[in-house]
């Protein structure tokens, strides 16, 4: 959009200085067409003059005839640039120039031309005269032909003062353009280096004038785009804190059940394999609901009124992993840490909440006899959280869609909501940071790195 519009805007400005450019170089030569004109009139005025200056015959027949100049043609002949010739009616030359030699008029009317001589384009003009001497031919020429000085003045006197003047133009146009379209752009590239989840209104008063009433509908456009994301956000968090409760009251039950069922002492008309599948059901679904609460606390709106404080990553480590030793036992997985001692400036509920997604999801699809490691400290003078397993892990092709909520790998026969790293990364985003996936040591498994800005 600024581009087309810097585009249109150099040329509206500078076509009209392109139309005086021409316009001045017409007006130009017009004038030396009209003085032209003014030159063949004053040519055709000393024509009289010059036959009224033959006088009489010379001495001897071989002597050209006398002449008596008039002051005014004398006054034209003395310049270096002009000429005069006197043919009789068999085109001798009787005074005068022999180069102006040439067809005799055919008629009593004067005809004028230009001709090349001597380097010099002279306009000639010929004429039929009665003298003294009878009827003669009489010629005069003049080397400062308007048209020729027009022909070699134009590149240096009109095309390239122009052609200077429209190039310094274009240039002051264009800065002129640029800094009045600055507002503009700063105002594009502060809406384009926006976050997703930024929907902050923009401020009219830093804006110009002339775009105000787009900012003004930008931002309404904004509050209802904001408006709406955050009653989903309520809904969803509302509604995963509700279901917590039953949830888990259902799930305490369901497990009792089981626990009943398995015991000889007490012995229920259940069929064992239905109760699991149903304590199966009840946990994905609390954890489901748990996830939903987690990604709605993890929205970065929801967070700006919270400020960050120091978080020991170490701790948050060895606080996962013991969380996850019984369900890595179960599965015979080899789980450990590999820490260092490092900090930062976070939400440690949330970074916890990532963690916890993380070795979730590497417990899930880590193969039995498996390996995970959890590691976190320092890289490149940057603290770092990290976890790797030796599991199927995640195509590169698929890796950016893996981030994607609800978003699920095909053929891995591991249930699940597809929730644990979009929250992953959500919580990543909101410290300024991102996820790296990729495989594991040997091009097995899967790591997921979180790299702190420094």
């Not at 120039?97 to 001589?117: I, R, V």
């Not at 353009?177 to 926006?194: F, I, N």
Request: charged share 25%; hydrophobic share 45%; aromatic share 4%.
């Amino acid at each position: 959009m600024a581009t087309g519009l810097r585009r249109r805007l150099l040329l509206m400005l500078m076509a009209p200085l392109l139309m005086l450019a021409l316009a001045n170089a017409w007006l130009d030569y017009r004038s030396g067409d009209n003085t032209s004109a003014r030159q063949d009139q004053r040519l055709l005025a000393l024509l009289p003059l010059l036959a009224d200056s033959l006088i009489g015959p010379g001495n001897t027949p071989e002597a050209p005839p006398v002449m008596l100049l008039a002051p005014e043609l004398q006054q034209f002949l003395s310049s270096p640039n002009a000429a005069f010739a006197v043919f009789d009616a068999d085109g001798k030359l009787l005074r005068g120039e022999a180069w102006l030699d040439g067809f005799p008029p055919t008629s009593s009317e004067p005809e004028f031309h230009s001709e090349q001589s001597r380097g010099i384009t002279w306009r000639i003009v010929r004429q039929r005269q009665q003298t003294v001497l009878g009827e003669v031919v009489v010629v005069l020429a003049d080397g400062t032909d308007p048209r020729q000085q027009w022909l070699r003045s134009i590149l240096l006197r009109v095309l390239l003062p122009n052609l200077l003047l429209l190039m310094a133009a274009a240039i002051s146009v264009r800065w002129a353009v640029e800094r009045a379209l600055g507002p503009l752009l700063a105002l594009r590239e502060a809406v384009e280096r926006r976050s997703p989840g930024d929907l902050s209104p923009i401020d009219e008063a830093a804006s110009p004038e002339e775009v105000r009433p787009l900012v003004a509908s930008l931002n309404r456009l904004f509050d209802l785009v904001n408006a709406q994301a955050e009653g989903q956000r309520r809904f969803i968090a509302d509604a995963a804190h509700q279901l917590r409760t039953p949830l888990a009251a259902l799930q305490a039950q369901v497990e009792a059940w089981v626990q009943a069922a398995g015991s000889s002492a007490r012995p229920l008309a259940v069929d064992p394999e239905h109760l699991a599948k149903l304590q199966g059901a009840t946990r994905r679904t609390t954890q489901l609901a748990n996830q939903l609460l987690a990604l709605s606390r993890a929205d970065a709106r929801a967070m700006e009124s919270q400020p960050m404080e120091p978080v020991d990553l170490k701790a948050v480590c060895e606080d996962v992993l013991e969380r996850f030793l019984d369900a890595a036992a179960a599965k015979q997985i080899d789980i450990g840490l590999d820490t260092r001692e490092a900090a930062v400036q976070g939400h440690g509920w949330l970074l916890r909440e990532l963690l916890v997604n993380l070795v979730d999801n590497a417990v899930k699809y880590t193969p039995s006899r498996g390996t995970i490691t959890i590691r976190c400290g320092l890289r490149h003078a940057r603290p770092y959280l990290e976890v790797e397993d030796d599991g199927p892990g995640i195509a590169a092709p698929l890796r950016p869609r893996a981030l994607e909520r609800f978003h699920r790998g095909n053929g891995t026969g591991v249930e699940g909501s597809g929730l644990g790293l979009s929250i992953a990364d959500e919580i990543a985003r909101l410290h300024n940071s991102r996820l790296e996936l990729e495989a594991g040591e040997g091009g097995r498994g899967l790591r997921v790195t979180l790299l702190f800005a420094g």
